[in-house]
């Protein structure tokens, strides 16, 4: 049955872009197969949790963030063409001793209150050139999403899914039973109008005036400013939230709150936002902070920077960003 589809290597094998970087692609896929490993067997695998310990970021890890970092970690470190790799769980870079060639960032488990419930979980993955001819250096990462060469992400669900882009446009391959990719979804496309948000609706109180009249106008439905009825989903992974939107559309929405007004937003900008916005954008879609500031413009100050997230199908960002109370969604 899978015959039918071609497989990842022979999906990489047809890209234009440099051989390296198809080296660095399937040492990262390679690897989201041995975590899918791990995610599947759960509580058998010791994966259940908390880890006791704590990121750079003082959020509470739990054994599976842990145990998928070293792997992903490990795994990049023995691939040739990458000189140095950042993590969502790594207080700094952690440079391989080569130069040249790539700069890895990742949330090597996104989306980790869902273990627990063994509810969707995914791997966020970014690739930036690295400096040539000297050892990278943090800020070598901090170059902004324009830059990146590749994105994707494999989600943990239902079915265990692959979502790349290289060069051209977002493909998508599902894993096999003996742990092998095939390319099921050549085009993805998102559609540029949709009925469908995604937002923590427990935060309303803390959000800014426009995005709360943004979701208000969604959920008066047809008789309501909007003239249709909206629906909601919030899947608490970006990972399974943003593949809803690349397979149907909608919008996922991560606005700055109030709760810590000098934050921009929750999500990280190197290991979600920019490889997600990627993602989004060659498929057609927009992925901004505000509804109207590209997220692949902001440029980092430092690794563990975050980002407001309003991403998805076209015509709803616009409406997102032209929402009554105007400009106060944009974050500062
Ligand atoms: P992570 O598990 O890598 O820390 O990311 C969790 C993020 C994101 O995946 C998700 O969309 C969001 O946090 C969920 O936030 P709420 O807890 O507000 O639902
Ligand atoms: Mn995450
Ligand atoms: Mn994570």
Redesign the pocket.
Known sequence: MTAAYPTLDDHLAGQDVPEALKVVVAAIATECVAIAGVVRLGGLAGALGLAGTANVQD?EQKKL?VMTNDMLTERLKACQPVAAVGS?EMDLIEPTGRTGGYLVTF?P??????IDINAP?GTIFSILPAPEGRAPVEADFLIGGRKQVGAGYAVYGAQTMLVLTLSGGVTGFTLDAQGRWHLTNPDIVVPADTKEFAI?M??RRHWAPAVRAYIDDCLAGKTGPRGKDFNMR??????A?VHRVLMRGGV?L?PWDQREPDRPG???LL??GAPMALLIERAGGKATTDGVTPILDVIPRNLHERCAVALGSANEIDAYAGTPAGNDLRQV
């Open positions: 959020e963030d969502e949330d488990l996104d989306g980790s209150s869902n979980v923590n427990s935060n919030w899947v608490a992974a970006m990972v939230d996922f991560y929750k999500l990280r290991y979600e």
